[in-house]
């Protein structure tokens, strides 16, 4: 479980129905009509816009947010490259391919066995790269569903109002229906504006934020397995890849090193 989205839902949730019962009552924002109108409404439009596919990948992309993501360990990454790196560098590239089936991480097994096969340089950056990219483009489709989503929700909190105020200019005479369709008219408006600014556009955000954090896992390993390909010494490889880190986890990996050499040594 994503603790971090838990708590911001949650969170969000309480303060808003904190805010209501100080002004008024809870159950005066509760309104069936208003949720089929907005959510069946927002939903509808979203699989009228995009395929089945991805519409269903939108939607279980809503429940990975609330899942635990999954970790990307980069400093145990560059490590492990450079490792194989100077492996192949002292005992030669075809001494990777018993190193191949220990490997957990699939894209680094793969890369690593067009190196060994002898794949040339550039064609092992072209599949890489283009895996990459696809990879990237499915992720950006699916934010793009739900930014999507998160557009329109608002715009159907507007039509829910708009028939609110129809039922209730058309029904002037009856002062039984005046509350009905008053709710309708206000609470769409409020559900459309919660949902798309509490969860839907945080959740494109949320895709997002975790699309780039696999996309630079992904990097590494790609400009990693180029480098051992190359034949380029691990210290170069090493500078290389750590480019891709902040400068808090570059000066992290360098004590770390720094301490297992130290260990080494004594």
């Given at each position: 479980m994503d603790n971090n989205t838990v708590f911001g839902?949650?969170?969000?949730?309480?303060?808003?129905?904190?805010?209501?019962?100080?002004?008024?009552?809870?159950?005066?924002?509760?309104?069936?009509?208003?949720?089929?109108?907005?959510?069946?409404?927002?939903?509808?439009?979203?699989?009228?816009?995009?395929?089945?596919?991805?519409t269903m990948a939108a939607l279980r992309m809503i429940k990975f947010c609330y899942m635990a993501p999954k970790e990307y360990n980069y400093m145990k990454l560059v490590s492990s490259i450079l490792?194989?790196?100077?492996?192949?560098?002292?005992?030669g590239i075809l001494a990777l391919d018993s190193r191949i089936a220990e490997i957990d991480e699939p894209f680094l097994a793969r890369g690593l066995q067009m190196v060994v096969d002898g794949v040339d340089v550039k064609i092992i950056e072209d599949i890489l790269d283009t895996e990459l990219d696809s990879r990237a483009n499915r992720h950006a489709d699916v934010k793009a569903a739900l930014d999507f989503l998160s557009s329109v929700i608002p715009a159907f909190g507007m039509i829910g109002t708009i028939m609110g105020l129809v039922g209730l200019l058309g029904n002037l005479d009856d002062p039984t229906s005046i509350g009905p369709n008053m709710a309708v008219a206000l609470i769409t408006t409020f559900y459309g504006a919660v949902a798309a600014n509490l969860l839907f556009i945080p959740f494109g955000k949320k895709a997002e934020e975790r699309s780039n954090a696999e996309q630079m896992y992904g990097e590494i390993i790609a400009r990693g397995c180029m480098f051992i390909a190359a034949g380029v010494h691990p210290?170069?490889?090493?500078?290389?890849?750590?480019?891709?880190?902040?400068?808090?986890s570059r000066l992290q990996f360098n004590e770390l090193h720094l301490s297992e050499e130290l260990g080494e040594g004594g």
């Open positions: 839902t949650v969170l969000g949730i309480i303060l808003i129905a904190v805010g209501i019962k100080m002004g008024g009552s809870l159950s005066a924002f509760i309104n069936i009509p208003s949720v089929f109108v907005v959510f069946g409404g927002g939903l509808s439009a979203m699989a009228v816009a995009y395929s089945y596919d991805r490792l194989t790196a100077d492996v192949a560098r002292k005992e210290r170069i490889i090493q500078e290389r890849l750590l480019a891709f880190m902040s400068d808090q």
